[in-house]
C-alpha cells in the first residue's frame, strides 16, 4: 500500500546503487532484524516468564536511546 506513495514522494529507486546504499539497506536487515531476534529469544530462553513481560516494554526505549545519545535526535 505504500509503494505508490513512495514513488510520488521519493521518486523510482536509483538505477546503480553505491556502498552507502548497500549500507543502508543492509543495516534493516542485519542489525535491526537478524541480530534483534537472536538477542529476543536469548533474552527469553535466559528469564523468567514474568521477565520476559518487560521485554516488550524495553524496546521502544532501547529503540530510542541509539537515536538521542550516538546522533542527537
Excluded at 25 to 36: D, E, M, R, S, V
Excluded at 38 to 47: C, D, S
Amino acid at each position: 500500500m505504500l509503494t505508490p506513495v513512495a514513488l510520488l514522494v521519493e521518486g523510482p529507486p536509483p538505477s546503480s546503487y553505491t556502498g552507502e546504499n548497500l549500507i543502508g539497506y543492509g543495516n534493516p536487515g542485519l542489525i535491526g532484524a537478524a541480530l534483534a531476534y537472536a538477542l529476543w529469544f536469548r533474552g527469553i530462553k535466559a528469564l523468567t516468564p514474568t521477565e520476559v513481560t518487560f521485554l516488550g516494554l524495553l524496546s521502544p526505549l532501547i529503540a530510542t536511546l541509539p537515536g538521542w545519545s550516538v546522533l542527537g535526535q
